[in-house]
């Protein structure tokens, strides 16, 4: 797989996905519970050649009437470090797309899981600072009092420690925004609940004249879930919810003939309902 071209609109909505990198992924943990005569030829065409699935982290930027928006931040230098996954690349893609950290509004997370916040915050002598210090930060308020409460189970506690460490620098600094419910964040740019991967887990419909996407954010992770949606990751805090919001997603995005752009899908495109399943056009 390699990267699309990375600009789409939709309608005067300017789009870009910035690349943070590609990870390494096993196919037994991003779709469980799968027999293996099932899963092994439904992912064989996807797997490298040490046989992981390699998922993109394509965070978005959108140039507005009035300035810049982010969703979502990449996985940060720190943990592609410690992953050894070529990651974290996030301020590198901005600067290709003519961009600075510091000219970025509005940074909209889908959630808090570490390679959506990781690129949050950096280690500044002995405190963190914000790597977007001119923008309001949103999230959902379900989200961060998830990952911040003792609710998290032991398997996610490594997740809950990344969150942990670059959300509430944010909220001391007065730049993070907790919003509940669907709610438009700038005009054509609306939060829509979309719980399971995580409970606080948002997904982004854009529109700009008759045009319409949805940003799905991990409610579709990889390619492979739109032939097998209730394909369900151990990644995932609310299994069936996860499924049951891709479906929810996917079918509105099918009706609507939006374009359907994931953190965790190669290139933007279309999608459509066949019965159970659905059939993806990938843009180019
Ligand atoms: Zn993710």
Redesign the pocket.
């Known amino acids: 797989m390699s990267e699309a071209d990375p600009a789409f609109t939709v309608g005067s909505l300017e789009c870009r996905v910035v690349p943070d990198g590609v990870a390494l992924y096993e196919k037994e943990t991003l779709y469980a519970d799968v027999p293996p005569e099932e899963l092994e030829p439904s992912v064989r065409a996807l797997l490298n050649d040490q046989g992981y699935v390699p998922l993109p982290y394509h965070p978005l930027l959108m140039r507005m009437a009035d300035g810049l928006a982010l969703v979502d931040a990449g996985a940060g230098p720190a943990l592609a470090k410690e992953w050894g996954d070529p990651i974290g690349r996030l301020r590198e893609a901005l600067r290709a797309a003519g961009v600075e950290p510091e000219d970025v509004g509005l940074v909209l997370l889908s959630h808090a899981?570490p390679?959506?916040v990781g690129g949050l915050t950096l280690e500044d002598g002995g405190g963190r600072r914000p790597v977007f210090p001119n923008a309001r930060h949103v999230i959902s308020r379900t989200e961060l009092e998830y990952w911040t409460s003792d609710r998290v189970p032991e398997v996610f506690a490594r997740m809950a420690s990344v969150a942990r460490l670059h959300l509430p620098p944010l909220e001391r600094a007065g730049i993070l925004d907790l919003i509940e419910g669907e709610q438009d964040l700038a005009p054509g740019i609306r939060v829509i609940p979309a719980p399971g991967h995580t409970p606080g887990h948002l997904a982004v419909s854009l529109s700009s004249g008759p045009d319409t996407a949805i940003f799905v954010a991990?409610a579709v992770l990889g390619e492979t879930n739109f032939e097998h949606p209730d394909w369900s990751s151990t990644h995932e805090v609310d299994r069936a919810g996860a499924v049951e919001t891709r479906r929810r997603l996917l079918d509105r995005a099918a009706s609507g003939r939006s374009t359907v752009v994931g953190?965790?899908l190669w290139a933007p495109g279309l999608v459509e309902r066949r019965g159970h399943r659905y059939r993806w056009n990938p843009a180019g």
């Open positions: 899981h390679d959506h991990d953190y965790h």
